[in-house]
């Protein structure tokens, strides 16, 4: 399978603990995105990687999220201290980069429930 | 600043057309079209990068008014598989890089 990837799928974890998630997109892409969806709603951006650079971080995104890609491949995110309002599908995307607008493709999320 | 999509909601019989609409507040780089359907990511459907242009795939369709900043979905003779929610993203770039979804339209195919 080359589509983006996600894991874990599903996340359960107590409130006040770390999580961490993977992403690892497709593999001729150089953008990774992160999205936070909840039920009945669109995806919320969070943030966005031009290669292994951080080129955009969402305002919705308090200092306990925090998001890398080290190698330019796969990236992480970890949510420090969880609250139970962090609990959301938590989406991966890639596309193509440059000066064009491409599609994004999207990871079968990680669900998270925070209790 | 979230752009907003119309109807909310709406329910065809099989063979029927449907029209959703986005409509955005701030001036629109691009605009994307996604179909979900319930538990799964989100898919692409196409993309319009400029004022007035259309696309389109099968009885799917779509068109941008980059004045108006709106754009339409157009879905004909649909299909049971059209079931899902549709969203518009948007893509602005002034100043700082931003992609928004917009509200969504729960369609529903009946046969």
């Known amino acids: 399978d080359t589509g983006v990837s996600q894991d874990p799928r599903h996340k359960i974890t107590k409130r006040g603990q770390n999580v961490t998630f993977r992403c690892d997109p497709i593999?001729?892409?150089?953008?990774l995105y992160w999205y936070r969806q909840t039920l009945g709603q669109g995806p919320e951006f969070l943030t966005y990687?031009?290669?292994?650079?951080?080129?955009?971080k969402s305002r919705l995104l308090s200092d306990r999220f925090s998001a890398e890609r080290p190698k330019g491949s796969f990236s992480t995110l970890e949510i420090q201290r969880t609250e139970q309002g962090d609990s959301a599908m938590y989406l991966c995307?890639?596309?193509?980069?440059?000066?064009?607008?491409?599609?994004?493709?999207f990871g079968p999320g990680t669900r998270l429930t925070v209790t | 600043q979230q752009p907003v999509q119309s109807p909310q909601a709406v329910i065809l019989r099989e063979g029927e057309d449907a029209v959703i609409n986005c409509s955005s507040s701030?001036?629109?780089?691009?605009v994307h079209w996604y179909r979900q359907k319930h538990g799964e990511a989100p898919v692409f459907l196409m993309i319009?990068?400029?004022?007035?242009e259309q696309k389109g795939h099968d009885k799917i369709s779509a068109s941008f008014n980059e004045k108006k900043q709106q754009s339409s979905l157009y879905l004909t003779a649909s299909q049971l598989s059209y079931s899902g929610t549709y969203f518009c993203?948007?893509?602005?770039?002034?100043?700082?890089?931003?992609?928004?979804f917009g509200t969504g339209t729960r369609l529903k195919v009946l046969a």
């Open positions: 995307a890639s596309s193509l980069g440059g000066l064009g607008v491409y599609e994004q493709y």
């Open positions: 593999s001729e892409h150089n953008r």
């Open positions: 990687f031009q290669n292994e650079a951080q080129l955009e």
């Open positions: 701030k001036a629109l780089y691009s």
């Open positions: 319009l990068l400029k004022g007035g």
């Open positions: 993203g948007t893509e602005r770039i002034s100043g700082t890089y931003k992609y928004i």
